[in-house]
């Protein structure tokens, strides 16, 4: 990217929020990278979304998992267990249920942990590649990836928060029958809904050569593709 491109796009992100130093950085060495990607002849293709769409968007392509998951408890045993915990009134239910709730916040931050330490297998330098860190306009955690990444390797640690957050830890609490479990790996599922809807765009993507280099968006949500042209 040239000084004029470069200028431009940390003009756009500032008008939404202040860039951090991590951030600017960011910016920097990848406006090196794609002003390298477009001497040797690759176009640039962003897949992004924002942070408002992909909250607004995202949950309808997860509510399927979701009520999927419901249904299978449901199935196996009703709305009993349900009941059960309405009607228990011990020290234990209720805070259960307060933990249940607010797990979601340090569950957000494990779930970026899980994106890294996925990406991190086939990063270049592996975890070294890897940088955390927290949006404060928008109060979300996020993780991101320096080096490039092969389509299966982005789309793997892409999925593996929803996945083991919120898919696995549902199918423990069908097994066990805990519908606070349940309530906890259903609202991981939700907060997958950006991550799934980010890979349907990579997957939807249609590449006109092999030569293709993916690359984490240095400060929006999603990735940029580099295809060289046949």
């Known amino acids: 990217m040239g000084s004029e491109n470069k200028e431009k796009t940390n ?6 929020r202040n860039l951090s130093e991590a951030e600017k950085k960011r910016v920097e060495a990848f406006a090196v990278t794609e002003e390298k990607m477009k001497q040797e002849g690759y176009v640039r293709k962003d897949l992004t979304i924002s ?16 009520a999927v998951l419901i249904a299978v408890f449901i199935i196996l045993y009703g709305f009993e267990p349900v009941r059960e915990v309405i009607k228990d009134h011990s020290l234990w239910t209720g805070v259960s249920i307060v933990l249940a709730g607010l797990s979601i916040i340090p569950l957000a931050i494990v779930h970026e942990w899980i994106h890294g330490l996925s990406w991190g297998i086939s990063a270049k330098h592996h975890m070294k590649d890897i940088e955390y860190g927290f949006i404060k306009e928008k109060l979300t955690p996020y993780c991101y ?16 928060p929803l996945t083991i957050l ?27 809904c950006g991550d799934i809807l980010i890979t349907g765009m990579l997957l939807r993507y249609k590449t006109n050569g092999k030569d293709v280099v993916l690359l984490d968006h240095p400060t ?6 580099f295809e060289k042209q046949k």
Do not use: H
């Open 220 to 225: 929006e949500c999603g990735l940029i593709v």
């Open 145 to 160: 990836c320096r080096s490039p990444l092969s389509k299966g390797a982005y789309v793997f640690g892409s999925m593996m």
């Open 11 to 16: 003009e756009t992100v500032k008008q939404e």
């Open 51 to 66: 942070i408002e769409k992909a909250n607004l968007v995202g949950p309808l392509l997860v509510l399927p998992i979701m």
């Open 166 to 192: 919120g898919v696995v830890v549902s199918i423990v609490a069908i097994i066990i029958a805990s519908p606070v479990l349940l309530l906890v790996g259903l609202m991981q599922v939700l907060g997958g």
